[in-house]
């Protein structure tokens, strides 16, 4: 089976037994996802036919079942495996493969951080799923309070895109942060003293800290493309991985 990998910098394959979702915060505004969706659908690939409706793919799930070498791997890049259209059952389903395959990591990562507390609070953590939300403002702050609570062995926030200064975060029990600016033509600026204050934050609290990429928007505050922005914090990669 062909494997999936991915240009993420801080996974190296993707699994979408799910696809499609709908928006629920400010960081969903331009998708990623969503742009790419209409971009495979174009293409003629029957996964994605419905376009960016949530849509369950059964014939996804053993995927990582082929993938004998171990791989770090982000479940449903292309959806939200906690989205309210998403069974529980199916959920289950994930897990077991998840449990099946513990020579890999999993990345979880979920807007529906409540969501993800409900489906916890029945069911155990498998011990290679890393959970993460997304914490791209102030508004979604909320998120890590759910997130801190659940007993794996990774917890993980990805401030990407970030799109203000988030102030003050309490990291206790968060594993890793990554930061991330948003790209794409409609993009929204990312400034260097938001990132620095969080990487200020995470090492006085002991959490790794992981830049990803400056996006549209460069340090300086000129737009270009995000390759030529490039990911480099006061001249220096700081991409560090959790313990």
Not at 81 to 88: C, Q, R, S, T
Not at 113 to 141: C, D
Request: glycine residues 6%; contains cysteine; proline residues 5%.
């Amino acid at each position: 089976m062909a494997t999936k990998t991915t240009k993420i910098e801080w996974t190296d394959k993707t699994w979408n037994p799910i696809t499609g979702c709908t928006k629920i915060s400010q960081g969903c505004a331009h998708c990623y996802a969503e742009v790419m969706t209409r971009r495979l659908n174009a293409m003629g690939l029957p996964k994605y036919a419905d376009g960016f409706k949530v849509s369950l793919h059964e014939d996804c799930l053993a995927e990582p079942l082929e993938w004998k070498q171990p791989h770090t791997i982000f479940v449903c890049s292309m959806s939200d495996i906690f989205h309210k259209d998403v069974p529980f059952d199916f959920v289950d389903k994930i897990m077991a493969t998840i449990e099946q395959t513990p020579q890999h990591r999993f990345q979880i990562l979920t807007k529906r951080a409540e969501r993800m507390a409900e489906y916890f609070s029945t069911r155990k953590i498998p011990q290679n799923a890393w959970l993460g939300v997304t914490v791209e403002a102030q508004s979604s702050k909320n998120r890590i309070d759910c997130l801190r609570q659940l007993a794996a062995p990774i917890r993980f926030l990805s401030c990407e895109p970030l799109l203000e200064d988030l102030g003050e975060l309490n990291l206790q029990n968060i594993d890793w942060v990554i930061v991330g600016g948003e790209s794409g033509l409609s993009a929204r600026p990312m400034k260097e003293e938001w990132v620095l204050s969080i990487k200020q934050q995470t090492e006085l609290q002991g959490s790794a800290f992981f830049f990803k990429q400056w996006g549209t928007w460069g340090s300086d505050g000129v737009k270009r493309n995000k390759h030529k922005n490039g990911k480099l914090l006061k001249g220096r990669v700081f991409q560090a991985m959790p313990a």
